[in-house]
């Protein structure tokens, strides 16, 4: 490893720019390859989250890459969830019973044009749009491309290519079909999709709803939620089987069956639609899928980072900041191995595998939260005991969900072990009432709950370990 190695990374998105701007800190020559248009000059938001959720993990790797202060800037700040039911009642669930803890809406294409622009100030990185990759070489490091612009084809030969290429990834797709090693891949989708809708700003440019939370109408096999834009509007996205049930994807064909849909069950969403059909119908349906492999490795040459390791579903809103603390690790690991790129890429892939498979399995346990538990009695007990524990001990107890948002330096798989156990311990001792859930509680009796709380969490991690689940 040197710095006159030539980088190439496949990918100009969130994990590729960032990822591109702090190798090129380091001192590395970086050659970024992007297969769309430049984003900060057309609109191709089309097809893909508008805004994403930018919490603590993402916010570490921004402020590694010293760019963390500029992104605020572009944020909204969300306290937690607020639930609508269906006949337009509403209640509130922080994210946090601590101060100072939120997460943030921000726009994917502006957070992404940050990004590059950083990337582009430096004279050791070169930007290269309308360039799509076919195909690459691993073995001798040679990347196929065609460009939008000319039509032609052309090669580009570097020293060490990194896959920042999101879930349909041409270097993950290159390991298995070269068969140079023994890869293992798995891709499972949700029976659900996905369609983005928007709720616009008022004729003040205001927000018609709270944007200091993310809402959620859940119904059991269906929701919607609701994410602030700067200009006060709202992203709303829409979460529907294909083909189950008596609403989906596949039989909302008419003007008529939609209206129907959204008049009988989120009619105050409607109320802040004015154009549900032309939205309904022009815009695509997407799809929501889990991507796991292993290894993510070619030997010294090449490396999958970001989705095209471990993409994810978006119900724990990690998915970016994931991508974001892969390049943080990675900076660690290349800052503590040093040496040549095959230590610092099995090194890395150790320390972060187990991670990234972590939030995989908490963004499909949030799924079923958020869709079927939220408005569930037995978890707004839950959460109430929670914040009263965060607010009153915030030193001695975290959620499950402050586990993996608010504590960067936690990794996902231990919060996903802790947490869990929290919670089945949170829940066994209120369905045995073996702790008072009422609204007043004093300190005390908080101080008692917190510690059955830990004693339980304690046992059932405890059993874990024995039956080799730890």
Not at 343 to 359: C, G, L, N, S
């Amino acid at each position: 490893m040197n710095k006159q190695d030539k980088i190439l990374i496949i990918g100009a998105g969130l994990c590729g720019s960032l990822l591109a701007l702090r190798l090129a800190q380091h001192g590395f020559r970086v050659e970024l390859y992007e297969s769309r248009p430049d984003l900060r000059k057309v609109d191709i938001s089309a097809g893909r989250s508008i805004n994403l959720a930018l919490s603590d993990r993402g916010f570490k790797a921004l402020r590694l890459a010293g760019v963390e202060e500029k992104a605020r800037e572009i944020c909204i700040p969300m306290y937690g969830r607020l639930i609508h039911d269906i006949e337009g009642n509403t209640f509130n669930s922080n994210y946090s019973g601590r101060e100072g803890e939120y997460i943030n809406s921000i726009s994917r294409q502006d957070l992404n044009s940050l990004l590059l622009d950083e990337a582009e100030k430096h004279e050791n990185v070169n930007i290269h749009f309308n360039s799509k990759c076919l195909s690459i070489d691993i073995e001798s490091t040679i990347a196929h491309f065609k460009s939008y612009d000319t039509g032609e084809k052309f090669s580009v030969d570097a020293d060490v290519i990194f896959g920042a290429d999101g879930a349909g990834s041409v270097l993950r797709k290159s390991y298995y079909l070269e068969r140079k090693f023994l890869f293992s891949y798995s891709q499972d989708y949700l029976t659900h999709g996905y369609k983005e809708l928007e709720i616009p700003a008022d004729k003040n440019g205001k927000h018609q709803i709270s944007k200091d939370h993310l809402h959620i109408w859940p119904r059991g096999k269906y929701m919607l939620i609701a994410l602030p834009n700067l200009d006060g509007s709202f992203t709303v996205t829409l979460f529907l089987s294909y083909e189950e049930g008596e609403y989906n994807f596949n039989n909302l064909t008419t003007e008529e069956k939609v209206t129907e849909f959204f008049e009988s069950q989120f009619p105050d969403a409607l109320a802040l639609i004015p154009s549900i059909k032309d939205e309904f119908f022009n815009n695509p349906t997407g799809a929501l899928g889990t991507v796991k492999c292993s290894p993510w490795m070619y030997q010294n040459k090449t490396l999958l980072i970001g989705d095209a390791a471990h993409a994810i579903v978006p119900f724990y809103g990690q998915g970016m900041n994931a991508s974001f603390e892969d390049v943080d690790v990675f900076d660690s690991i290349l800052n503590e191995v040093g040496g040549d790129w095959d230590a610092v890429f099995k090194a890395y892939q150790e320390r972060r595998k187990k991670d990234t498979d972590a939030i995989a399995d908490l963004a499909i346990d949030n799924y079923y939260e958020m869709r079927d538990h939220v408005a569930n009695p037995l978890f707004k007990q839950k959460r109430k005991i929670e914040m009263d524990l965060e607010k009153h001990f915030p030193k001695d107890y975290f959620s499950k969900y402050s586990l993996v948002t608010f504590n960067e330096e936690i990794g996902y798989n231990e919060a996903l072990k802790r947490g869990r156990a929290q919670d089945k311990a949170l829940l066994n001792l209120i369905a045995d009432e073996a702790v008072s859930t009422s609204e007043d509680m004093s300190i005390d009796e908080l101080k008692i709950v917190l510690g059955k709380v830990q004693e339980e969490t304690d046992d059932i991690l405890e059993e874990d370990r024995v039956a080799g689940l730890k």
